[in-house]
């Protein structure tokens, strides 16, 4: 560095000056050595003046820093056990927040792999998804027809676009390639999508507005993943010819790696299709229904625009739609119109459907991470105010040199900085490893959508919290160190009898309140788990495989179900080992659900969304077949024909919310106002979990397949004809449910080879995959809370070795003064355990104020839960007993004569 | 018998850049010529020489070489620059109108003649 090189200048300036000087002395008449002396008393104090030079130079700090670097290195390479120790602990405290961090970033913070995504807006919040019809007062989810509306009206766009809410899976096969059909996920998109996002085809073209137009030759894109893992990367994909249920469709590109579409989703789409090709290849001509809300609607605006007033205009827009375009629903209310609203938000992270699902369970890890980095800080500073102790003597010697308290207490805080840092690296080490993992559980059985290494942000998170961790546990001890008298140094430090100090008292009272509330809290949530696994669904998971199927886009026809259901039955009941086989249009856990809302037959309709049921349609001797109990009346059976009565079968939660105290059996509703009479219930079954497990059940009917209502509604009317279409095929088995995957297949391939099958799964694979979130968070806060446990152990075992090694001396008077050994050892594990024990008084209400903030994930556990919080406060109390046996033998064994003689 | 003034600050940078006018001069050198000239009125401590150079030379005003000293000694050489003429220039002027004015103020010189 400069500042080096200059003084090494200057120093010889000063020499050169003082033999000048000395040679002007010696001509004047002094002697050789008078000359020197006199010299160097004219010159002053040389090396003041080096110093004073030195600090003027502006590198000076610099120079300091790499000092104290290469200090601490020292100082930690001496002392392997400590830095090892110190490393390991470290690594684990701050690889843990950063994994959190890492998925949290993956999840919800990172943009779009696309350019200058700031400028990106979408509409709404995704809160609706799938297929809507009816008013949503919040607007987020659009029809074709309302969306081309807002694209042609709005001028502060650039470009907007709108795609599937949705994406469904489709079957694809490449025309010519023998292999089956398989299911991908495909999602339509507009023309302009492409455009919009401002990404590039990786290979031929992306799709354009001249796609998606009516009458347009069918073309398609491919993912980049998808071209690689099932064509090999092969270049003649691009312009071949592919059947996406059963519909021929040229593959005109593929997308750019790493580019996944919209959303953070598991299972993105591998195949983008052009809104206009949706009736041939979807069958259900949704973009043809302008009360059928599907698609998401996201914009580059132009630059400069303001937004609100973007997002002013396209509110008019939407309530111009509803007055005069074909309106919603038909038979709107119109004093409701001027109620509907959008909102426009930036998209630049994309339309975020994983964050909804997972960012509480995501802070809540991080909040826990955060608890073990304290805990693992309270640890290091232990450890170094023990450093800085058994230092003392050094520290006392450099300050009665005439060392600045302040250069010491930098030089004490770099040392804990590198040692944060190189933990931290370690702990990135962890992160790495632990990430995958980690991302793997949570979007468990799907693929990954997004790359998990870390990447700068990371990395940078990491570290400062390394530096953070260091500065920390540092603060402390190195204060403590710096305010070291310089006489102990001529004394002799060790030889105080101080008892551990307030400092380390407290850090070990911290660790214990910190590891029960960790405790406590792991201990809830694993009950509540295993609560949630254990309770009653209401049908039975086990030998229950369910294999979904999709006819529609096979293209049947409404009129040739029947015998398609019929057929499915007989062949599988035929296979050995299939006890009874059945369908609905969802089973249960399947992550499917359609809703409805309901009218009764004498009262007055409620408004929208206030009898909002779930519905599906059940095939004969579904209920047996998915072991859900009748309880009165009768279930859905085969004579039940569109030519019969229309019934209904409604769950428990359904009579006891619209006919609480009545029997409902013989009442009357329907799916709109004026088709009260239409269905009829004839019976009730037991309640039976179809969404997700935490939830109490919600009411739910059950339609036989072949019965259709004509609704005068368009809207619904299209939800009654597609669910016409069941979807998953259920079966209820002897014996081991995987072996059967194949000769499902093969009956399937025996009725009909060109119906694709999107998945066979067991009804408790379902089960598990609900409950993975659940399950995960349980698990990261067991393994928090035990190494949490692990390191107040450490930590209390330190503290009492400490105390014992300090207070040997006192230790060897007493016993060679009388004492009974045992009572003098008592008295040190005293100590050990008042701590333990304000520990936990601290710890006790921290822990319940926990279990209130994790209440919303608790199920049928109580957050005040005296049990657990018992439960946990013994096992702290055992781990101590383990931590301070060792010192207290060793207390025990200690020979009066050395400890009074060693200094 | 010679009065020892306590130096104004800022006064030894322009001192030592006149010092510099009549040619290259080491730290040394300097020191001496400057209580020469000014008859043993201005002694310059060491520990404010050598900042005044440091400061002189990180304004530009002079620079610095390696060379030897009449007694074969090697030594730092500083020489004047442009910059430093010109900005000795401008301050001898300001010092002058300083003094000048502080003068005219005090009124004549009142000093005590010297005891020769």
């Known amino acids: ?903 | 018998m010679s009065t020892r003034v306590a130096l104004l600050q800022g006064t030894l940078d322009v001192l030592i850049l006149r010092t510099l006018l009549l040619g290259a001069q080491h730290g040394q050198g300097i020191a001496r010529a400057i209580q020469q000239q000014s008859e043993n009125v201005l002694l310059v401590e060491h520990g404010a020489l050598y900042p005044a150079l440091q400061r002189l030379e990180a304004k530009g005003w002079i620079r610095a070489k390696w060379g030897l000293s009449s007694n074969n000694r090697k030594a730092r050489f500083y020489t004047l620059t442009q910059k430093g003429r010109k900005q000795l220039s401008q301050e001898s002027s300001q010092w002058w109108t300083l003094a000048e004015a502080i003068g005219r103020i005090l009124g004549p010189n009142n000093r005590n003649p010297e005891e020769v």
Request: proline share 5%; hydrophobic share 45%; net charge neutral.
């Open chain 1, 1 to 903: 560095m400069f500042g080096k090189r200059r003084l090494d200048d200057f120093s010889e300036e000063l020499r050169s000056h003082l033999a000048i000087e000395a040679d002007r002395l010696r001509e004047e008449g002094l002697d050789e050595n008078e000359a020197r002396r006199q010299a160097r008393i004219n010159l002053g104090n040389l090396m003041l003046q080096e110093e004073q030079f030195y600090e003027s130079s502006r590198w000076a700090w610099l120079e300091q820093l790499r000092q104290d670097v290469r200090y601490s290195l020292r100082q930690i390479l001496q002392a392997p056990a400590f830095a090892i120790t110190a490393v390991l602990t470290l690594a684990l405290g701050i690889g843990a927040p950063t994994a959190i961090f890492s998925l949290i970033h993956v999840v919800l913070l990172k943009s779009l792999p696309v350019p200058r995504p700031s400028e990106l807006y979408m509409i709404g919040e995704a809160k609706h998804t799938g297929v809507y019809s009816g008013i949503e007062t919040e607007w987020d989810i659009f029809s074709y027809d309302l969306y081309k509306y807002l694209r042609d009206h709005t001028s502060g766009f650039e470009s907007l676009a709108a795609f599937q809410a949705d994406p469904r899976r489709v079957g694809v096969r490449r025309i010519g390639d023998p292999r089956a059909a398989q299911s991908f996920g495909a999602e339509y998109v507009s023309g302009n999508y492409f455009q919009t996002f401002q990404v590039p085809a990786f290979a031929g073209r992306t799709i354009g507005e001249e796609d998606d137009r009516a009458g347009a030759p069918l073309v398609a894109m491919i993912s980049y993943r998808a071209w690689q893992e099932h064509y090999a990367l092969d270049p003649s994909v691009v312009g071949a010819s592919f059947g996406l249920n059963g519909t021929a469709v040229t593959i005109i590109g593929v997308a750019p790696p790493g580019f996944f579409g919209d959303a953070v989703r598991a299972n993105p789409p591998d195949f983008w299709l052009p809104l206009a090709s949706e009736p041939d290849v979807n069958h259900a001509r949704w973009v043809q229904n302008a009360q059928l809300h599907w698609l998401y609607v996201m914009g580059r605006v132009k630059s400069g625009s303001a937004i609100r007033s973007i997002e002013g205009q396209m509110q008019v827009e939407l309530r111009q739609w509803l007055t005069q375009g074909p309106g919603v629903s038909g038979l709107l209310d119109v004093s409701l119109i001027p109620r509907q609203t959008l909102h426009l938000r930036p998209g630049g992270s994309g339309m975020g459907l994983a964050r909804a699902t997972y960012s509480d369970g995501l802070k809540l890890l991080l909040a826990i991470s955060g608890f073990v980095l304290m805990i693992v800080c309270a640890n290091m500073a232990n450890l170094m105010l023990v450093r800085g102790i058994a230092r003392r003597r050094q520290t006392s010697i450099s300050l009665a040199l005439g060392a600045a308290r302040g250069r010491i207490l930098r030089q004490a805080l770099t040392e804990s900085v590198m040692l944060g840092l190189i933990g931290g690296i370690a702990g990135i080490g962890i992160a790495f490893s632990g990430t995958r993992a980690l991302v793997s559980s949570v979007f468990v059985g799907n693929s990954l959508p997004v790359d998990t290494t870390p990447d700068l942000t990371v990395l940078a998170f990491a570290i400062g919290v390394s530096i953070v961790t260091g500065l920390m546990f540092g603060v402390g001890p190195a204060w403590s160190a710096t305010r070291a008298d310089p006489i102990d140094a001529l004394r002799g430090a060790g030889r105080s009898t101080q008892h551990s100090s307030f400092a380390q008292r407290g850090l070990v009272v911290t660790q214990a309140a910190l590891s029960l509330v960790l405790l406590t809290a792991a201990g809830q949530l694993i009950l509540s788990l295993r609560n949630e696994a254990n309770q009653k669904f209401g049908f039975v998971s086990e030998g229950r495989i369910a294999v979904r199927i999709d006819p529609n886009l096979a293209g049947y026809k409404v009129d040739q179900l029947d015998a398609l259901y019929r057929r499915i039955q007989d062949t599988l009941r035929r296979l050995p080992g299939v006890l009874n086989v059945s369908y609905a249009l969802f089973s249960p856990m399947s992550g499917s659900n359609w809703t409805t809302d309901v009218s009764f037959e004498g009262r007055p309709p409620g408004l929208d969304g206030e009898n909002t049921t779930s519905w599906a349609r059940v095939g004969p001797a579904y209920f047996d077949t998915i072991g859900t109990a009748i309880v009165r009346g009768r279930p859905v059976l085969e004579s039940d024909i569109d030519s019969t009565r229309h019934v209904a079968v409604v769950n428990e939660a359904f009579a006891q919310r619209f006919f609480p105290g009545e029997d409902p059996i013989g009442k009357h509703f329907g799916a709109r106002p004026k088709f009260e009479k239409s269905l009829e219930i004839v019976g009730i079954a037991a309640n039976a979990k179809y969404r997700e497990p935490d939830q109490p059940t919600f009411p739910m009917f059950f339609l036989p397949r072949p019965q259709v209502t004509h609704y005068d509604n368009p809207g619904t009317m299209a939800f009654e004809s597609r669910s016409l279409y069941v979807n998953d095929i259920v079966l209820h088995v002897a014996g081991a449910n995987l072996s059967m995957e194949e000769p499902i297949r093969r009956a399937f391939a025996g009725i009909d080879p060109n119906l694709p099958i999107f998945w066979i799964q067991s009804l408790e694979t379902a089960k598990t995959k609900q409950l993975s979130q659940q399950s995960l968070i349980a698990r990261l806060t067991s393994l928090f809370g035990l190494t949490a446990l692990l390191l107040a152990s450490i930590g209390l075992y330190g503290v009492t070795t400490y105390a014992v090694a300090q207070r040997s001396k006192e230790i060897g008077i007493r016993v060679v003064l009388g004492a009974d050994r045992n009572s003098v050892v008592g008295m040190v594990l005293r100590n050990a355990y008042v701590l333990v024990a304000t520990g936990l008084g601290f710890g006790i209400p921290l822990a319940i104020v926990m279990g209130r903030l994790i209440r919303s994930r608790l199920f049928g556990v109580d957050w005040y839960n005296p049990t657990i919080l018992g439960g946990a406060a013994a096992v702290l109390g055992i781990c101590a007993l383990l931590a301070t046996i060792v010192p207290a033998r060793r207390a025990a064994s200690l020979e009066p004569l050395d400890t009074l003689r060693g200094d």
